[in-house]
């Protein structure tokens, strides 16, 4: 998980602080907090859950 959390939180804070470099670092938090949640949601954990599907749920035999 660490690996896909990692550069997209990178990559939202290259996209917001620029926007909001005069802002403190609570209210920037209150803009960046729920796009992680909502991307890693509806996208980077159903990924992973794919990916590892295998390993996550085996079959029993």
Known sequence: M???VYPLITAILYVV???TQEWQIWQ???VIA???VSIM???LIP???RM???FL???VR
Do not use: H, K, S
């Open 52 to 54: 590892f599907r295998g």
């Open 17 to 19: 602080f620029p926007l």
């Open 34 to 36: 729920p796009l992680m």
């Open 47 to 49: 990924g992973v859950q």
């Open 2 to 4: 660490l690996l896909g």
């Open 57 to 59: 749920n085996p079959t």
């Open 41 to 43: 949601i509806w996208g």
């Open 28 to 30: 920037r938090t209150l």
